[in-house]
């Protein structure tokens, strides 16, 4: 038997702590927050976590988006398939980190930064939503020389298949450059998940220039809305996506986001738009036809948090793609760890592990 390849599928992003507490409608307003989104901590956020850990028993969780998929698809990949890259700094939360990838058999090869420390987010879950405030710490000072240093670079030499987090694209475009073009020019695998509205809104040039290498596109109904709306093609209210969007309208934005030039045309572009319990819709670059595929059903009781159930369907979905498994089986895949993780605190995964 052929020895099977190590290291396939290589992550790249923000790993950051996740501090987690139930919330209000009081909680929003004090931190003037939306019950569902993802922001970078201003000044007048940053008071919030200590308020979490302090007075609201908050929940330590190892988070980053990417890393969380990371770890999911190694959750269901062999041994040894997935390395994740990252900033953190040298102290407690980078060690808890550390210690969560290691429990899930996910390699992470961190830039540990002296001085600057491990970068968190404080996560306000209430019913049905979670919002998320991180301030970056270590994980905004990720380098392109870490990338291309020699411990790290075979990594990426031998990777087939590299899955960004687009809320990297805040930190260091150069790098997520660097590994479009190589995607590229060795007919690899460039996934990107758009990973927050205000990615496509606050970081467009930065984001536009991924969108020619960009095989695979994942983003949800908020973050396909505004994409929509900053490349004029949809005019949906972005406080209101469920209310002013249409499927149509998400249908349109996927065709136009897979059907933008591509770079390696050896492959078609595909862009999936997840829309919360509503069938996923998924376009194929020179196709007419957006399908849709339904969501696993699950109780609401069942649900614990919404945290990290997009990072979840990604994973199944990405780890479907390494397996060389069908669109179709990838897509459930996807969404059957995003019905897991819905049922786990934080973005986690089931212990002892569950087979698809
Ligand atoms: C740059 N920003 C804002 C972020 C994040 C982030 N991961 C990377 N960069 N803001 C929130 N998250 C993560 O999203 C996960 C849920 O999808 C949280 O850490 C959380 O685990």
Not at 145 to 158: G, N, R
């Amino acid at each position: 038997m052929a020895a099977q390849k190590n290291f396939r599928l290589l992550c790249l992003e923000n790993p950051l702590l996740d501090i987690i507490a139930d919330g209000d409608q009081a909680t929003l307003d004090t931190y003037k927050i939306k019950a569902n989104d993802a922001i970078l901590a201003e000044p007048q956020h940053l008071g919030i976590y200590d308020d979490f850990l302090n007075n609201r028993n908050a929940v330590l969780s190892a988070g980053g988006a990417a890393q969380n998929t990371a770890r999911g698809a190694q959750y269901i990949l062999p041994a040894d398939s997935v390395v994740y890259l990252g900033g953190v700094g040298k102290d407690k939360y980078g060690e808890i980190l550390g210690e969560t990838a290691a429990k899930a058999g996910l390699r992470v090869e961190y830039r540990v930064d002296e001085k600057v420390p491990t970068g968190r987010c404080a996560v306000v879950v209430t019913p049905g939503n979670r919002s998320m405030i991180t301030d970056l710490g270590a994980a905004n000072h990720y380098d392109l020389e870490h990338l291309k240093s020699p411990a790290i670079w075979p990594l990426v030499e031998a990777a087939e298949a590299y899955y960004i987090g687009g809320y990297h694209l805040t930190v260091c475009p150069p790098a997520i450059m660097t590994l479009a073009k190589e995607s590229a020019a060795k007919n690899k695998t460039f996934i990107l998940s758009i990973s927050a509205p205000f990615i496509p809104l606050a970081f467009k040039d930065a984001l536009d220039a991924t969108l020619p290498y960009l095989d695979y596109v994942v983003g949800n109904e908020g973050e396909a809305a505004a994409f929509g709306n900053v490349h004029g093609i949809s005019n949906i209210d972005l406080a209101d996506v469920d209310g002013t969007s249409t499927t149509e309208d998400l249908k349109k934005i996927a065709q136009y986001m897979a059907d933008l030039p591509k770079e390696n045309t050896q492959r078609k572009r595909v862009a999936i738009i997840t829309h919360g319990s509503q069938p996923t819709l998924v376009a194929i670059q020179g196709e007419t036809e957006v399908k849709e595929f339904p969501v696993r059903a699950i109780a609401a009781d069942s649900i614990v948090d919404t945290l990290g159930a997009g990072d979840a369907f990604a994973a199944g979905f990405v780890a479907g793609v390494i397996e060389g498994k069908s669109l179709e089986t990838s897509i459930d895949q996807g969404q059957w760890l995003a019905s897991l993780s819905l049922t786990q605190l934080g973005a986690s995964y089931p212990f002892p592990k569950q087979t698809y």
